[in-house]
């Protein structure tokens, strides 16, 4: 059965608020994760330091990173399977409906096009983080390696 335009549009919308709850949730997870990479790495660094190699505390460290990669991936294949759900439904509704339908919906495609727009802010703030992130890694990694060849 063939959905409305109207229904199509609810179904759109429905999904691109849960791509921005996701994507709020994963933000905060990023935030605390980042706090928490900073301690790893001061330890890491008052470690070298101190001449100080607890392997046992080491292992325990990349036992709980693998288990955070691995809810990472689940997070990214359900944003991805999100983003790809919403995809399909926008193809579809410029796809079946005319214009003269849709302009009957216009409130509803005026919301899709707020969500639209948060959606997009929300992902440039957020690859805006991780390029910063990376940049701050590469540089305490920098910092880690001076500290070795002291």
């Given at each position: 059965?063939?959905?409305?335009?109207?229904?199509?549009l609810a179904d759109i919308i429905e999904v691109s608020k849960l791509l921005l709850k996701h994507l709020d949730t994963a933000d905060i997870q990023v935030q605390s994760?980042?706090?928490?990479?900073?301690e790893v790495v001061n330890e890491a660094e008052s470690e070298i330091e101190g001449g100080?190699?607890?392997?046992?505390?080491?292992?325990?460290?990349?036992?709980?990173?693998?288990?955070?990669?691995?809810s990472e991936q689940i997070n990214t294949a359900k944003l991805l399977k999100?983003?790809?759900?919403?995809e399909e439904k926008i193809y579809q509704l410029f796809e079946h409906f005319s214009s003269e339908e849709l302009q009957l919906h216009l409130a509803q495609l005026q919301t899709m096009a707020?969500?639209?727009?948060q959606l997009i802010e929300k992902v440039n703030r957020t690859q805006q983080s991780a390029k910063s992130e990376i940049l701050t890694l590469k540089?305490?990694?920098?910092?880690i390696n001076l500290y070795q060849k002291l």
């Open positions: 059965m063939a959905l409305t335009a109207i229904e199509n994760d980042n706090e928490t990479d900073s100080i190699d607890s392997v046992g505390e080491n292992k325990k460290s990349i036992a709980e990173s693998t288990s955070h990669d691995n999100l983003m790809k759900n919403r707020a969500l639209d727009s540089k305490n990694r920098k910092a």
